[in-house]
């Protein structure tokens, strides 16, 4: 009977979402995980087997009403009724996922319609709410078509993430929201990638399933951003182990290593 603290991962097709309910589901905490999936209607099917093979105990219902956390994708061109749905089921806590560089927008342009729905986000009038600020993410590199590489210029270093790594920091903030409302995270993988060497590894990166929330166009702009640049000369701070303590982050090498090579791989990301 003891009580089970409620949580609703919107967008529940992206990578991320599954790799944060399945660290919720690996914790010692019960939670009562409620989704949604709004994947491309080609993918759908897919999606949904995807879920009920990674999260068989994920309740899924059409109403959220009186969540006590629960996480938001900021997309270029969201409506701000999604941004206000929080706010109208009574959620208490509210995870915004955000894009890197969201903060500086003169920085590059696709920055500035995300900082602008921050913004919106921080106005709306959540009880408490966290913003996470990601770059892109590892298996969202797949995106990318031969004629997106061929425009990256140079060999300026960027950075990005594995999505196993932010489904931990999503999970750990999520856990214990009292540490972390208030608050706005960066968080990024400690090695650059330079894109010759995206280019180079470009086909050997997982086909995943449903919608990434990062498109084409801001992975682009990102890597070509003057951010990265401005982001080593400042020498910002990751936030990620003072969200995860001392657990460790995926490199890329990694990260291709473990992927083409497990058993979860195989089973669920392969063409």
């Not at 995807?50 to 956390?69: D, F, N, Q, T, Y």
């Not at 590489?149 to 196993?164: V, W």
């Not at 999970?171 to 990024?188: A, V, W």
């Not at 650059?192 to 084409?216: A, C, D, E, M």
């Amino acid at each position: 009977h003891k009580h089970r603290p409620r949580i609703y991962i919107t967008d529940a097709a992206n990578i991320v979402s599954l790799y944060t309910m399945s660290h919720l589901l690996n914790t010692q905490d019960n939670f009562r995980i409620y989704f949604d999936t709004t994947a491309d209607e080609e993918c759908e099917e897919a999606s949904n087997e995807l879920i009920k093979k990674i999260c068989p105990r994920a309740i899924r219902e059409s109403s959220s009403k009186g969540m006590e956390r629960s996480v938001i994708f900021l997309r270029e061109g969201m409506d701000e009724n999604t941004l206000k749905a929080p706010l109208e089921g009574n959620h208490r806590f509210v995870l915004i996922i955000s894009m890197i560089g969201a903060e500086n927008p003169s920085l590059f342009p696709f920055s500035q319609s995300i900082s602008k729905l921050e913004q919106e986000a921080k106005n709306i009038g959540y009880e408490s709410y966290c913003i996470l600020r990601l770059p892109p993410i590892f298996q969202h590199l797949n995106s990318l078509q031969t004629t997106d590489l061929e425009s990256l210029g140079d060999d300026s270093p960027f950075y990005a993430i594995d999505a196993d790594d932010v489904g931990s920091a999503v999970s750990q903030i999520l856990i214990d929201p009292d540490l972390h409302k208030g608050e706005q995270y960066t968080i990024f993988c400690h090695s650059p990638i330079s894109p010759s060497s995206l280019k180079t590894i470009h086909s050997q990166l997982p086909r995943v399933p449903g919608r990434p929330f990062q498109s084409s166009k801001s992975i682009l702009e990102s890597i070509n951003s003057a951010y990265w640049k401005y982001f080593e000369d400042a020498g910002r701070r990751n936030d990620f182990n003072s969200i995860t303590g001392d657990e460790e982050m995926s490199s890329f090498e990694e990260f291709l290593r473990r992927t083409n090579h497990s058993l979860f791989h195989q089973r669920f990301f392969q063409r």
